[in-house]
């Protein structure tokens, strides 16, 4: 995992574009790699040593004039390099090398043979071509300067100062100047009809841990996030049992307000029944608001719940990176995929519950995954996501929705996946936490964090200041007082409107409260484990 950024124009500033590289440093603090171009183009690299750990160092020169900065993980690369690069040689040993090899051989039409998370940039005299990964995983960004010069950046404060207007670069999209935007990654299940298959359990629970196996790619120390939902929970499971093949430990973390926390004490269940060595980390209300301002600035946005569940994740990432681990597994796209959110048991049809998924899915890159991404890589650390797995999402996205429902199971999500690993012959978890209630991070942790941050961002902001809210910011107008808040954070740190463009509002559909929390659903129950009987 890295940051990467590209700038493609005459006379450039190449001292000025190291720099911007640099306010990247926290996403690749192990070493920094220039190159300028025959054309004069500049590609520059901040590494988090991850796979080949000595002559992983980017930019990456291809076999001959071509020239790549990646971000990201290709987990196939060696049956790419036995396979259909059999006949190319490599100047590393790291996963990277395969994108600019696999440019050189098949030209554009390659991307969709990466399986993995990137976003990168190739460089061939005066071509060059930028993509970024099926669902969105690793973040990019694209724009351009008065002099026409254009710009690509992992993160948007790397190119906000010097481009007039910029964007997000689209999820499962590559760009050349000559074909423009291409949509390389466009699966059936796209479209809701589509999604007409049976449940079928076994390649559901099978297609989740060759997800997992794939993840476990590193020759760093790995570690998990569990905070004791079904999610990370079954991932840390997947991990465990996968590594005490190896002989090798499974590092697990959770983080609340206090050991009473209902995410801390369910992942000391699931930790207890894996054998996982488990570390606690607490944080205080105090402490979370102290590090708002430095966090929007790493997250770039200011959507509430976002924010809300970032700052955990900013303090757990943090204890995680100083005891030297550099990658976790993190169950992020789930609740998306499968519906797990309490508000999808307000869906009215199962084609609407359908459409919500695949739409909630296709959003990721702006919510769950930037996040995720944003929060860990402040500190040096790589978050991978099983189930976004290209195979993954195909076997999940495509069950019929009336089997995914949660309606259909005397109202509990995500039953499907449930089901899948509830073997009692063998069991991946504590019944109890297989099938506990739905908890979103920012209500795990400890409800008094959600309650007091909105007191306090009440407190900044005047009623007289929302009333004027729509001529303050009239994109994306917020409509709390703590979505005010944040936004005036900011805008302090990116007062362009293109900025502010680049943000989507993380909001709940079919339910009255609009609140982002999930106690906000009518159907939420008091904290604690529940056993449905189905």
């Known amino acids: 995992?890295?940051?990467?950024?590209?700038?493609?124009?005459?006379?450039?500033?190449?001292?000025?574009?190291?720099?911007?590289?640099?306010?990247?440093?926290?996403?690749?603090?192990?070493?920094?790699?220039l190159k300028i171009t025959e054309k004069g183009y500049v590609l520059a690299h901040e590494r988090l040593s991850i796979v080949d750990l000595t002559t992983g160092i980017q930019p990456i020169q291809g076999t001959e004039s071509a020239w790549m900065v990646h971000n990201g993980e290709i987990y196939n690369h060696m049956s790419l390099r036995n396979n259909e690069l059999k006949d190319h040689t490599f100047r590393t040993t790291g996963d990277s090398e395969v994108i600019v090899h696999l440019?050189?051989?098949?030209?554009?039409?390659?991307?969709?043979?990466?399986?993995?998370?990137?976003?990168?940039?190739?460089?061939?005299?005066?071509?060059?071509?930028?993509?970024?990964?099926?669902?969105?995983?690793?973040?990019?960004?694209?724009?351009?300067?008065?002099?026409?010069?254009?710009?690509?950046?992992?993160?948007?404060?790397?190119?906000?100062?010097?481009?007039?207007?910029?964007?997000?670069?689209?999820?499962?999209?590559?760009?050349?100047?000559?074909?423009?935007?291409?949509?390389?990654?466009?699966?059936?299940?796209?479209?809701?009809?589509?999604?007409?298959?049976?449940?079928?359990?076994?390649?559901?629970?099978?297609?989740l841990i060759e997800a997992t196996r794939k993840r476990l790619m590193a020759d760093v120390p790995l570690g998990v996030l569990l905070s004791g939902g079904l999610d990370s929970s079954l991932t840390s499971s997947i991990a465990a049992r996968l590594m005490k093949d190896s002989g090798q430990t499974l590092h697990s973390f959770s983080i609340g307000l206090d050991e009473a926390a209902p995410d801390l004490i369910a992942a000391r269940k699931v930790a207890d029944f894996l054998g996982t060595e488990h570390h606690e980390i607490h944080f205080t209300v105090e402490e979370g608001i102290s590090i708002l301002k430095k966090l929007v600035w790493h997250l770039e946005t200011y959507d509430v719940t976002s924010i809300r569940a970032s700052t955990p994740m900013y303090f757990l990432s943090k204890a995680i990176a100083e005891k030297g681990i550099k990658v976790v597994l993190s169950g992020e796209g789930s609740d998306e995929i499968l519906g797990g959110y309490l508000y999808f048991k307000n869906a009215p049809s199962a084609e609407e519950f359908q459409k919500e998924t695949i739409r909630r899915v296709q959003r990721l890159a702006?919510?769950?995954?930037?996040?995720?991404?944003?929060?860990?890589?402040?500190?040096?650390?790589?978050?991978?996501?099983?189930?976004?797995?290209?195979?993954?999402?195909?076997?999940?996205?495509?069950?019929?929705?009336?089997?995914?429902?949660?309606?259909?199971?005397?109202?509990?999500?995500?039953?499907?996946?449930?089901?899948?690993?509830?073997?009692?012959?063998?069991?991946?978890?504590?019944?109890?936490?297989?099938w506990r209630q739905k908890e979103q991070f920012s209500d795990g942790v400890g409800y008094n964090w959600i309650d007091q941050l909105i007191d306090h961002a009440s407190e900044q902001v005047t009623d007289v200041q929302m009333e004027t809210a729509a001529t303050r910011f009239p994109v994306n107008t917020p409509t709390s007082k703590e979505a005010y808040f944040y936004r005036e954070i900011f805008q302090q740190h990116f007062p362009q409107d293109s900025a502010a463009k680049t943000v989507k509002r993380w909001i709940p559909k079919w339910q009255k409260d609009l609140d982002p929390s999930g106690r906000a659903n009518e159907t939420h129950v008091a904290p604690g484990m529940k056993k449905v009987v189905v």
Do not use: N
């Open 103 to 207: 440019y050189e051989k098949y030209g554009l039409e390659f991307v969709d043979k990466l399986d993995g998370v990137f976003s990168f940039v190739i460089i061939d005299g005066d071509e060059f071509m930028v993509a970024r990964d099926p669902i969105g995983v690793k973040p990019l960004y694209y724009g351009k300067d008065e002099a026409g010069t254009i710009w690509f950046a992992s993160e948007m404060k790397s190119l906000a100062d010097s481009c007039i207007e910029f964007h997000a670069f689209p999820p499962g999209h590559y760009y050349t100047p000559e074909t423009g935007f291409v949509r390389y990654y466009s699966p059936e299940w796209f479209e809701s009809e589509v999604a007409t298959q049976p449940a079928d359990l076994q390649k559901l629970r099978e297609s």
């Open 366 to 434: 702006t919510a769950d995954c930037l996040r995720a991404d944003k929060s860990t890589m402040a500190h040096g650390l790589e978050a991978r996501v099983p189930f976004l797995d290209k195979a993954f999402l195909k076997t999940a996205m495509e069950i019929v929705p009336e089997e995914k429902m949660p309606v259909t199971y005397d109202g509990i999500e995500k039953f499907i996946l449930r089901k899948a690993f509830d073997t009692p012959e063998e069991p991946f978890l504590p019944e109890e936490v297989l």
């Open 1 to 33: 995992m890295c940051g990467i950024l590209a700038v493609i124009g005459k006379d450039l500033d190449k001292k000025k574009i190291a720099d911007l590289s640099k306010r990247m440093s926290h996403r690749g603090p192990d070493e920094s790699g």
